[in-house]
Nanobody, 116 residues
Framework: QVHLVESGGGLVQPGGSLRLSCAAS????????VGWFRQAPGKEREGVSC????????YYADSVKGRFTISKDNAKNTVNLQMNSLEPEDTAVYYC?????????WGQGTQVTVSS
């Protein structure tokens, strides 16, 4: 069982930055694909970025390429999402997900609001 806790959300002005963290407990994230998803009001949950524990390969949605960076800290058993040049359209609840074969875990989410 993997327990995921997101942190780092908040209110930021357009053009600003936030760093989200996903801390895992109960098991190491080794072997898991870990991703960030987001859900805005009235919209479906969408994938933002993910990182493979196997080879470190990364994926980014087109809407965040060049602005967001995902990274994994094995020593702290966390996955971070550095978000720069934030736009109002990035406003959403951001969720962390860890998946390995049939095992699929979600965090409770952290709110990100981009507004002036």
């Amino acid at each position: 069982q993997v327990h995921l806790v997101e942190s780092g959300g908040g209110l930021v002005q357009p053009g600003g930055s936030l760093r989200l963290s996903c801390a895992a407990s109960g098991s190491t994230l080794d072997g898991y694909a870990v991703g960030w998803f987001r859900q805005a009001p009235g919209k479906e949950r969408e994938g933002v970025s993910c990182i493979s524990s196997r080879d470190g390969s990364t994926y980014y949605a087109d809407s965040v390429k060049g602005r967001f960076t995902i990274s994994k800290d094995n020593a702290k058993n966390t996955v971070n999402l550095q978000m720069n040049s934030l736009e109002p359209e990035d406003t959403a609840v951001y969720y962390c997900n860890a998946k390995l074969q049939e095992f699929d875990y979600w965090g409770q989410g952290t709110q990100v609001t981009v507004s002036s």
